[in-house]
Nanobody, 127 residues
Framework: QVQLVESGGGLVQAGESLRLSCVAS????????MGWFRQTPGKEREFVAV????????YYTDSVKGRFTISRDNAKNTVYLQMTGLKYEDTAVYYCAAKATYYGDAYYTGNYEYDYWGQGTQVTVSS
């Protein structure tokens, strides 16, 4: 059983940056693809970014390409989401998720594909 704990959310002005962190415990972190999702009230949780097990394959939703960067440190069991140029529409609760996989190159964009979720961290961007 993998536990995920996010941190780093907060209130920022448009154009500023934040870095979210997600620390994993209770499993073999390097055997999991890691994703970030976000959700606003009344809407479904949406995919933001994913990184494969080894950290060399990334995929982003179009709205964050060029602004957000996902990375991981397998030695620290941590995945990061560096967010720059934040916009009002980035306001949401951000969740990290882990997907156990045998395939090193695999990455996943559907929230139904993930095995474990964190509790979420609020990001609020004022315009």
């Amino acid at each position: 059983q993998v536990q995920l704990v996010e941190s780093g959310g907060g209130l920022v002005q448009a154009g500023e940056s934040l870095r979210l962190s997600c620390v994993a415990s209770g499993g073999t972190f390097s055997l999991h693809a890691m994703g970030w999702f976000r959700q606003t009230p009344g809407k479904e949780r949406e995919f933001v970014a994913v990184l494969n097990r080894s950290g060399d394959t990334r995929y982003y939703t179009d709205s964050v390409k060029g602004r957000f960067t996902i990375s991981r440190d397998n030695a620290k069991n941590t995945v990061y989401l560096q967010m720059t140029g934040l916009k009002y529409e980035d306001t949401a609760v951000y969740y990290c998720a882990a997907k156990a996989t045998y395939y090193g190159d695999a990455y996943y964009t559907g929230n139904y594909e993930y095995d474990y979720w964190g509790q979420g961290t609020q990001v609020t961007v004022s315009s």
